[in-house]
């Protein structure tokens, strides 16, 4: 791995973002072989020097920006002396291959990642000398946990913010938490409208509407952000399903940069080249390929139809289509992180929200693990901390106690 020229990019009178690329080999084992650009931001408070503690996050399914990093620096209490860094996962934002048909990212997967961030701490650490944390959040909230198992020398404590710990290729927890927060009604309305969505044949209208239709449906269970679009989505679903559907349209342009349509085509699009992909507006298409080569968790209903009726045969016709034949492999090998938790040698601190749908796949309260505190916040949702300053001071409290004393 070798570092390009550190660049500052945004100055407040409270800090510093730096960015910087480290150039990492498509596959570890091969480091004279084709290698990419992994994309790293640094935050540097005023009152920080080099000997400062270090948060380390592990970048997920999504491209990592400056505005989310100083977010992140904010509703962690802006802590004077501690210097945040932010990395990006392979395969998303502007961290892909060299390669120009992007259609099957064999190089996107958890051991190689894994090495990248390995890699990038042991270069920065040359200059960060002070004591490292690892963060992760949601899917990124597992990875920080398989990372403690395998590099645990890297840092003195890790923080899993709504990690997902067991890993299935379908599960139903997802439907089930989906179900607690919209009720019986609300559930059986979205249940019909779903249903009028059911295609006929694998990515026409009607598949990619309905795919629109659960983007939507994650956003308003998982984060708090969107609560006040679900009193607005209660109400619209008793319209029509054309009505449903054309106001949630303009709602995804109005407040989410058509997020939830580009969700529903990048799950849908059959190829993929390299300047589609640096667009960004196909990331989720590089996470369905994850999902069906290692990770699964494809969502399907408690009971009945419900509003995820599809079946794992489904999924693997959708895998092999989007990928080939050799896919799902997730379906022969299971991604198993639950067991590890109890024999890590780091310190772990886990945050969990009540209201999120992902809580059931998350870690349990009991552990057998020494040093482990585990927040659970009545009334939050998915990763709480990373919204809530107050509640990410505490966080952030009790990771800097555990780093320091190990």
């Known amino acids: 791995?070798?570092?390009?020229?550190?660049?500052?990019?945004?100055?407040?009178?409270?800090?510093?973002?730096?960015h910087l690329t480290i150039e990492q080999p498509l596959i570890h084992k091969e480091p004279e072989g084709d290698t990419f650009e992994q994309h790293i931001l640094i935050l540097t408070p005023e009152k920080a020097s080099n000997e400062s503690p270090v948060f380390f996050i592990l970048g997920g399914e999504t491209t990592i920006s400056e505005k989310r990093l100083a977010k992140l620096y904010k509703n962690y209490g802006s802590p004077p002396e501690v210097i945040f860094i932010y990395a990006e996962h392979r395969g998303y934002g502007k961290s892909i291959s060299q390669q120009q048909d992007q259609s099957i990212p064999h190089y996107v997967n958890t051991r190689q990642a894994l090495a990248d961030f390995h890699q990038a701490i042991l270069h920065l650490k040359e200059k960060y000398t002070g004591i490292w944390m690892a963060a992760g959040y949601s899917y990124a909230g597992g990875l920080v946990i398989d990372f403690a198992r395998?590099?645990?020398?890297?840092?003195?404590?890790?923080?899993?913010?709504?990690?997902v710990v067991d890993w299935y290729f379908t599960m139903d927890a997802y439907d089930k938490g989906v179900r607690r927060i919209f009720g019986d009604a609300l559930y059986q309305r979205t249940e019909k409208h779903i249903h009028n969505l059911t295609?006929?044949?694998?990515?026409?209208?009607?598949?990619l509407e309905r795919e629109f239709l659960i983007a939507i449906i994650h956003g308003i269970s998982q984060y708090k952000k969107y609560k006040p679009l679900f009193h607005l989505f209660k109400y619209l679903t008793f319209f029509s399903t054309k009505t449903l559907l054309k106001t949630l349209h303009i709602l995804d342009r109005l407040f989410a940069d058509n997020q939830a349509w580009k969700y529903a085509k990048a799950n849908?699009?059959?190829?993929?080249?390299?300047?589609?992909?640096?667009?960004?507006?196909?990331?989720?298409?590089?996470w369905r390929f994850q999902q069906c080569n290692e990770t699964g968790v494809f969502e399907v209903s408690a009971e009945g139809k419900g509003i995820f009726p599809r079946t794992q045969e489904d999924f693997i016709a959708e895998c092999q289509a989007l990928f080939g034949e050799e896919q799902p492999r997730a379906l022969k090998k299971r991604w198993a992180l639950k067991s590890i938790i109890n024999r890590l040698e780091v310190p772990l601190v886990y945050v969990a929200g009540e209201l999120d749908p992902w809580q059931a796949l998350g870690a349990r309260r009991n552990l057998r693990h020494k040093r482990y505190t585990y927040f659970f916040i009545p009334g939050a949702y998915h990763c709480p901390d990373s919204v809530n300053p107050k509640l990410g001071k505490r966080v952030l409290d009790v990771l800097l106690q555990y780093a320091k004393n190990r």
């Open 199 to 207: 295609p006929e044949k694998l990515f026409d209208r009607n598949w």
């Open 150 to 163: 395998r590099y645990s020398e890297d840092v003195k404590a890790i923080l899993s913010s709504s990690g």
């Open 1 to 18: 791995s070798g570092f390009s020229s550190m660049k500052p990019i945004h100055q407040n009178p409270h800090f510093t973002i730096t």
């Open 268 to 286: 849908a699009k059959l190829q993929l080249t390299r300047e589609e992909a640096l667009t960004m507006d196909y990331q989720w298409r590089t």
